[in-house]
């Protein structure tokens, strides 16, 4: 058999084992290799955190959140962030917040930070200079909790956020885990299968759900740390623009006017522009939700109608 005939074997082969995988009666398989991975994750979670000597997430852990009420506001960095007024930031400050990544550029400091790794040392200069942002003064007064998506072990040092001193005590380090499917119809009920197993410990204290992206893991954090609503401001996935393209006085404030995240920008959000093996945004955050209501009781909702979420998820109502 010739090589040429030999590969087409083996795609074929794939291709009917993927197809069985995906069939409705293969969800406890599924489920399977998804804690396989989670329990892989974490044990490469563990040893990043003591190379880096930061500590272990462990979402049982009460000192994570001073939990201020039953709602927590998630926030991105879209250009919709800019419609929020004074008065409902006020009313953001009365309950728990995680900002992402590009968050530290705002002048509202949460109470997390969330931050991974930039994708190449193309952007060391924006891991520097949100590490800079980071050790702003009202930042260290404040002194938020610091999450970390575990490096690679690879991972050159350039590219990871570097934590202020004082705020190192406050930094977790975590890991990953997402479900095995590939098919949108059985995102739902695997993530569904897959949160009940976190619930009952089947799942490590150290692991977050994802699918490339930072606002699925830190929306499964807040359902599984008991929050009953979870609000989504800045995701609004339709622009290639976030709120200091739209408002360029942030940077001149935080002398970074040259900070740029996303220098290769398409037409949509990243997390929108997704090659065939992971799911878009606009699929994964919406099933989450879903699951998230179905398995801890957690209603999640976006702040703008501007957001492409709008088409499939509730508006919050500001009080």
């Known amino acids: 058999m010739n090589s040429g005939s030999s590969t087409n074997s083996g795609r074929l082969r794939e291709l009917v084992t993927r197809r069985l995988l995906e069939l409705p009666v293969a969800g406890a398989l599924r489920n399977y290799l998804a804690l396989r991975n989670a329990l892989r994750d974490s044990w490469g ?44 930031w006020a009313h953001v400050a009365k309950h728990n917040s995680i900002g992402i990544n590009s968050w530290v550029v705002h002048d509202f400091v949460p109470d997390i930070y969330c931050f991974e790794e930039v994708e190449s040392l193309e952007y060391a200069t924006v891991a520097s200079a949100l590490s800079a942002m980071l ?4 930042i260290l007064k404040r002194a ?34 997402t479900v095995s499917t590939k098919s949108v119809s059985n995102l739902v009920s695997d993530l569904s299968r897959l ?35 979870i609000v989504l401001i800045g995701v609004d996935l339709n622009s290639n623009q976030y709120f200091f393209d739209v408002n360029p006085n942030y940077l001149g404030r935080r002398n970074q006017e040259d900070f740029d995240p996303w220098r290769r920008r398409s037409r949509v959000h990243d997390t929108e522009d997704r090659i065939s093996q992971q799911f878009q945004a ?10 998230a209501e179905k398995t801890f009781g957690t209603q999640v909702l976006i702040s703008s109608h501007e957001s492409l979420l709008s088409a499939t998820m509730q508006l919050y109502r500001w009080k």
């Open 135 to 138: 050790a702003r003064s009202d």
């Open 282 to 291: 606009s699929q994964f955050i919406p099933a989450l939700a879903q699951a």
């Open 195 to 229: 949160m009940r197993s976190y619930r009952s410990g089947r799942v490590q204290k150290n692991i977050l759900l994802d699918s490339g992206m930072s606002v699925a893991r830190m929306l499964f954090l807040g359902a599984v740390s008991g929050f009953s609503t």
């Open 45 to 88: 979670s563990k040893k990043m955190a003591a190379k880096l000597e930061y500590g272990n997430l462990d979402v049982t852990d009460g000192s994570l959140w001073a939990r201020k009420s039953d709602t927590l506001f998630i926030l991105g960095s879209g250009p919709s962030v800019e419609e929020v007024s004074q008065d409902q």
């Open 144 to 177: 938020p909790q610091i999450l970390l998506l575990r490096p690679h072990a690879d991972t050159e040092s350039q590219r990871i956020v570097q934590v202020p001193p004082s705020l190192r005590r406050n930094t977790k380090v975590y890991g990953r885990a």
